[in-house]
């Protein structure tokens, strides 16, 4: 299993060095590398690598740079600190977003399963098909708007209306109408409120789904010689789905779930867009706002674009490694001897 | 045989039916998958028709009916917009360009998808790990940033462009579908059959492995085109899919709430939009998204029966 897990782990290393290098070829050859202070909309700037050699040799000088945090920016913390930033806001949003779709995915889709066939999974199989078909932005723009209209008709305050907590959005449509600097434990009070939202905006869709999946590999289990011979030896219902049924469903489900990753960060650009949060998707919507278009090379900072695109890789071949070993875990016929 | 044998052969004779039949029946009589797929064929098919229907175009000007509620009266069900564009025949455009970016993109990512996992998973070998760390790199970065990223290095967006995009993008994920399940029908008695009566290669591929894929590669379209439209609408929510003055597609049109702020506001300066103008093209996008999941759902479960056990 180790020497399996190795070859994986190595073989996402070699992905990833392959896309940021694509990537880096890509951007760097279209690309100037302007920092944002030096933002000028009149000039054209010469892209940052005049050929795909040049762009070799800057790729190899970027790499190098990323284990000592400087990820290669001339621009010193004008992008960089952004980058952390966003990187954090969005973590917390996913992570608060994973919580939500484990634990309604697992109740639902055991519900539906045990309940096959009944009205109650009927309403649970409508509802899943719902959740699953409304986009995320859109959703975060309902709930933002409900979260508007609560705030400004009602005076009701608890979840900002956009934002991070003490940061105060600069938006031509939306103010936070309280915009503190919370410490200490009011921090972390202001990050749940300023953070659920669009954590329930991102976890509807995924909700609706994996609850499904959920179901069904639930379902395959219930119906499995194993499930029959638990009730034969007298173990009670509740026991035998959740200790034999659920277990085995779990690797599944987890599998699904970590391999829906890249889906759930794309998703989660357009909530953290919406919500104003600072995360990823503002960060790299900014970014690739400086373009200019037209004939001559746009103006864009090629290393903050490419910082960001190698985040998000990194994030998706994390996630399907940490798949693969949870896999491993979970279903012993799954570990590779 | 005596005729008592023969008359019993006879009534329990069946015509053979092949697993696509018994599949198709399965799907038939689920009425929610049958409503789902028409509801979806029709939106479809308006779309397709948005010319004949609405020959006036997307772009047709009425100042006399500017910012008109949803009536029955005049002939404006979803309204109007803010230079008097009727929402309906907009929302009917949307459809199309939709549906022309999603069909296409799911076709062609689905044709290669099928022919590179079909190959990875017949041939193995270096063909084998070559496709498979290609569909590796294309899955390394959520589709969404691929697209933004793309979008921004071309410059511009114009419908078959997208197609090329989405496509070239999206393959990958079918291509591994498809490979497992070639990989595992590869081995089975009936293929090395087939090769031991001398079939070629192409002969077995197609007479005997592509009609068992059939359900996968199905299951795996239908997905696809959901996956599109939704990826879709999110890029043009950012401003960099296909522009409103090229064509109105289902997600710029929802865009444009966000311009105006839903159009439940009160204030000048924003209200420029009424609900009506992003509810009627999102409650489309909406219905067409779940009539497709249903339609997915329904056809995988109706393929893999042992998924709808209880």
């Known amino acids: ?337 | 045989m005596t005729s008592l044998d023969i008359a019993l052969e006879s009534s329990f004779a069946t015509r053979p039916r092949g697993l696509g039949f018994v599949a198709l029946r399965r799907f038939a009589r689920r009425p929610l998958a049958v409503a789902a797929l028409v509801t979806v064929l029709s939106l479809f098919v308006a779309g397709a028709l948005a010319g004949v229907l609405a020959p006036g175009g997307w772009s047709e000007i009425n100042l006399a009916v500017v910012h008109r509620a949803p009536t029955f009266a005049g002939g404006h069900v979803f309204g109007t917009d803010w230079v008097g564009r009727d929402m309906v025949v907009r929302t009917l455009y949307g459809i199309r360009t939709t549906e022309i970016v999603a069909l296409s993109a799911a076709v062609i990512a689905t044709i290669a998808g099928v022919l590179a996992g079909g190959i990875a998973g017949y041939y193995g070998g270096w063909l084998d790990a070559f496709v498979m760390r290609v569909s590796d790199l294309l899955t390394a970065l959520p589709v969404v940033v691929i697209v933004l990223a793309a979008l921004v290095y071309f410059g511009e967006a114009y419908p078959h462009l997208l197609v090329l995009i989405f496509s070239g993008c999206m393959w990958a994920g079918v291509a591994r579908v498809i490979r497992t399940d070639v990989a595992r029908l590869r081995v089975q008695e009936f293929v090395e059959a087939g090769r031991a009566l001398g079939a070629t290669d192409l002969r077995i591929l197609r007479r005997h492995i592509l009609p068992n894929v059939g359900g996968t590669i199905a299951v795996a379209a239908t997905a696809l085109v959901g996956q599109i439209v939704l990826i879709d609408a999110t890029v043009e929510f950012f401003g960099y899919g296909l522009p409103e003055s090229v064509a109105p597609s289902l997600g710029n049109l929802v865009a444009d709430v966000v311009k105006f702020k839903f159009g439940l506001t009160t204030d000048p300066a924003v209200a420029g939009l009424g609900w009506w103008t992003w509810v009627f093209p999102g409650l489309v996008l909406v219905l067409i998204l779940v009539c497709l999941n249903v339609v997915g759902d329904s056809l995988d479960e109706a393929l893999n029966p042992s998924s709808q056990l209880g």
Request: charged fraction near 10%; include cysteine; proline fraction near 5%.
């Open chain 1, 1 to 337: 299993m180790a020497a399996f897990l190795a070859r994986r782990l190595l073989l996402a290393v070699g992905v990833l060095v392959a896309v940021t290098f694509i990537s880096f070829c890509f951007v760097a050859t279209k690309f100037s590398a302007i920092c944002t202070s030096a933002y000028t909309p009149q000039t054209r700037y010469p892209p940052l690598a005049g050929s795909v050699r040049d762009a070799a040799i800057l790729y190899w000088h970027w790499l190098k740079s990323v284990p000592q945090g400087h990820v290669g920016d001339p621009c010193g913390t004008t992008t960089l600190q952004p980058f952390w930033e966003s990187v954090g806001h969005t973590a917390m949003l996913i992570a608060l977003t994973a919580v939500i779709v484990v634990a309604f995915s697992l109740l639902l889709g055991t519900l539906a399963a045990v309940n096959a066939g009944s009205a109650l999974d009927v309403v649970l199989r409508v509802f899943s098909y719902a959740a699953w078909a409304i986009p995320s932005f859109l959703l975060a723009l309902i709930l933002q708007a409900i979260v508007e209209w609560a705030t400004v008709h009602h005076g009701f305050r608890l979840f900002p209306i956009s934002g991070w907590p003490g940061t105060c959005p600069v938006s031509v449509f939306y103010t936070t109408p309280a915009c503190g600097h919370p410490t200490g434990i009011h921090y972390v009070g202001s990050l749940f409120t300023h953070t659920l939202v669009p954590a329930l905006a991102l976890s509807l869709a995924f909700v609706g789904l994996h609850s499904r999946y959920l179901r069904s590999a639930l379902l395959v289990a219930l119906h499995a010689p194993f499930t029959t011979t638990a009730y034969a030896k007298g173990l009670s219902r509740r026991r035998t789905v959740l200790r034999h049924a659920l277990r085995n469903s779990l690797a599944t489900f987890t599998s699904a779930f970590l391999l829906d990753m890249g889906a759930i960060f794309g998703a989660a650009m357009a909530v953290d867009w919406v919500f104003r949060l600072g995360g990823f998707g503002m960060l790299f919507i900014i970014q690739i706002n400086g373009v200019g278009g037209g004939d001559g090379p746009a103006y864009l900072d090629a290393y903050a674009i490419e910082n960001l695109l190698a985040f998000a890789a990194l994030f998706v071949l994390g996630a399907a490694f940490v798949s693969e070993l949870a896999v491993g875990w979970l279903d012993p016929r799954a570990r590779v001897r």
